[in-house]
């Protein structure tokens, strides 16, 4: 198969699905509660499946460790530019910080990634979420609910970590690796069944999600220029930082892997988290109006950009 064809046919099939999300939405042929009922099919039982399949078969290093305090000490950094650029620039959303800082690894960096590089080197991009995992969870979050509800309790976070069947799923990944019972998984009686399911769970993931995002793309055009104005500031902020991190700390300091400055690159130019929406407060229907504006036009265009970095680096 020539270069050409390989990227077609790699990339071809994301649009195709997304494609496929629109004509259902515009067709009525699925409703917006099927879709709903989909969307929790894909995070509580896809999604968990792709992420501990992903972390069982990874070989866990020391340097991913320094990977880890990196990615999280970046978003941590990177929420208090929002803060600073909202003043800065006199924005008059409130949710604005919250749209410079985090990425929507599990809804379109795992099936972008897996998509066009194969599941099966998903374990890049895994690694690199880590630290991103437990800033959403335990500093995004938390800052999210202090502005809806004030000060929340350790425990409620904690717990909020715990039920999560995504950071399950990572968890009981991590847990088997460092067991070192990835291979009698797969060959033992009972063991072998399940795991041959969650592999059948796992190739749900990328369909449903392009489905899904597909059918979920709805553009205010009058509100482009406000959620122009957060995707500039992000591309402008992560392209150079991309450069920069490949370049001095994974391929320099690291000396890891060509898959990694791919993964990296991906997940940076990934659209803000999509839960933002759902830890906002009712009553500001024009906020949560804006920020879905914001995670819709960046979906489109990191898609678009994805599609062009793909083309340019088709191998890992």
């Known amino acids: 198969m020539d270069q050409t064809t390989l990227i077609i046919n790699r990339v071809l099939p994301i649009f195709l699905l997304i494609g496929l999300g629109i004509f259902v939405r515009r067709t009525h042929f699925l409703s917006e509660r099927t879709i709903d009922d989909l969307r929790k099919v894909v995070v509580n039982l896809a999604l968990p499946s792709v992420l501990l399949i992903s972390f069982l078969g990874i070989d866990l290093q020391p340097a991913y460790l320094l990977v880890f305090i990196v990615l999280f000490a970046v978003c941590v950094a990177l929420l208090g530019l929002g803060q600073f650029l909202r003043a800065k620039l006199k924005v008059p959303h409130p949710y604005f910080p919250f749209l410079i800082t985090g990425f929507e690894y599990g809804m379109l960096g795992v099936s972008l990634f897996g998509s066009a590089y194969g599941l099966e080197h998903l374990g890049y991009i895994a690694v690199l979420d880590l630290g991103h995992e437990l800033f959403i969870w335990f500093v995004f979050l938390a800052v999210l609910l ?40 797969y060959t033992s009686v009972v063991t072998g069944g ?84 759902l830890y906002m407060p009712a009553d500001v229907p024009d906020e949560r109006r804006y920020v879905n504006n914001v995670l819709m036009l960046h979906t489109v265009v990191s898609i678009g950009i994805f599609a062009v970095y793909f083309a340019l680096n088709p191998t890992l």
């Open 146 to 185: 202090l502005r809806r509800d004030g000060l929340q309790k350790p425990s409620q976070l904690i717990g909020a970590f715990f039920r999560s069947p995504v950071i399950l799923g990572i968890l009981a990944g991590l847990g088997l690796n460092l067991l070192g019972v990835r291979d009698w998984l």
């Open 194 to 277: 399940i795991m041959t399911t969650l592999e059948r769970l796992s190739a749900l993931t990328i369909p449903l999600i392009l489905l899904i995002i597909g059918y979920s793309i709805r553009i205010d055009r009058a509100a482009v220029r406000a959620a122009a104005l957060v995707i500039g500031i992000r591309l402008a902020l992560f392209l150079p930082l991309i450069v920069v991190l490949n370049a001095v700390f994974i391929r320099g300091l690291l000396g890891l892997e060509h898959g990694f400055e791919a993964a990296l690159f991906t997940l940076l130019i990934l659209p803000p988290p999509f839960i933002v929406p």
